[in-house]
C-alpha cells in the first residue's frame, strides 16, 4: 500500500484546511486509517482515526471539535477537516493505514504511513 498524502499549507489562526491521503492498493476498504502529526523537536502524536467502514471516528482531545476524519472507500482516499487552526496544529502531518480495521490511537497499529504534508499556522 502506497499513501499520498496532501492538501497542507500555510493558512493564519482560525482558518481551515482539509488534507487528503489517496490509497494505492486493494485492502484500503478494509484498513483503519489515522493521522499523524509531528511538531519540530516533539514526538509524534495521535490525531484523529476511522475504521475501515467509516462508521467509527477516534479524536485526540486537542482537536475534538476542530477536526473531522472522514474516508471515500470507493476513492480509496481519507480526508482530514482541520478548523479552527491555531499555532499549534503546526505540524507535518501523516495518513497511516491500519493492521485492522478498528479505529485506533496506537500508532504500532499502523503499517504503512504517507510521507506527510506540512501544515502551518501563523498567529
Known amino acids: 500500500v502506497q499513501l499520498q498524502a496532501s492538501g497542507g499549507g500555510l493558512v493564519q489562526a482560525g482558518g481551515s484546511l482539509r488534507l487528503s491521503c489517496a490509497a494505492s492498493?486493494?485492502?484500503?476498504?478494509?484498513?483503519?486509517m489515522g493521522w499523524f502529526r509531528q511538531a519540530p523537536g516533539k514526538e509524534r502524536e495521535f490525531v484523529a482515526a476511522?475504521?475501515?467502514?467509516?462508521?467509527?471516528?477516534y479524536y485526540a482531545d486537542s482537536v475534538k471539535g476542530r477536526f473531522a476524519i472522514s474516508r471515500d472507500n470507493a476513492k480509496n482516499t481519507v480526508y482530514l477537516q482541520m478548523n479552527s487552526l491555531t499555532p499549534e496544529d503546526t505540524a507535518v502531518y501523516y495518513c497511516?493505514?491500519?493492521?485492522?480495521?478498528?479505529?485506533?490511537?496506537?500508532?504500532?497499529?499502523?503499517?504503512?504511513w504517507g510521507q506527510g504534508t506540512q501544515v502551518t499556522v501563523s498567529s
Open positions: 476511522i475504521s475501515s467502514s467509516g462508521d467509527t471516528t
Open positions: 497511516a493505514a491500519g493492521r485492522g480495521i478498528l479505529a485506533t490511537s496506537r500508532d504500532y497499529e499502523y503499517n504503512y
Open positions: 492498493g486493494r485492502i484500503f476498504s478494509r484498513s483503519a
